[in-house]
């Protein structure tokens, strides 16, 4: 989903931001596959972080993870939305 998210990345030099739990195997592989693409992302953990909470209820958040990356947000791990959105974050 397309928007201006430009309030969650004040104070942060990332256009990533990942909002999930450390119990949620989905999140440990939105990480991972993050980090073998050697991006820098901003890794809130919506069950300890109380800004990363509040952050995750104001967009709506129903899953984990949810990712914002540039003006994209994507709910749960999917690979292809996170290449397709990364390749617009670098244009």
């Known amino acids: 989903?397309?928007?201006?998210?430009?309030?969650?990345?004040?104070?942060?030099?990332?256009?990533?931001?990942?909002?999930?739990?450390?119990?949620?195997?989905?999140?440990?592989?939105?990480?991972?596959?993050?980090?073998?693409?050697?991006?820098?992302?901003?890794?809130?953990d919506v069950d300890l972080h109380e800004q990363g909470r509040k952050d995750f209820q104001k967009l709506n958040g129903e899953v984990v993870p949810l990712i914002l990356i540039g003006d994209r947000k994507i709910s749960g791990f999917n690979s292809q939305a996170i290449d397709d959105a990364l390749s617009q974050l670098n244009n």
Do not use: H
């Not at 397309?2 to 004040?10: K, L, N, P, Q, R």
């Open 1 to 44: 989903m397309e928007g201006d998210y430009s309030e969650f990345y004040v104070g942060t030099k990332s256009q990533v931001i990942l909002y999930g739990t450390t119990t949620c195997p989905f999140c440990k592989e939105a990480r991972s596959y993050l980090k073998s693409k050697n991006i820098s992302f901003v890794d809130y």
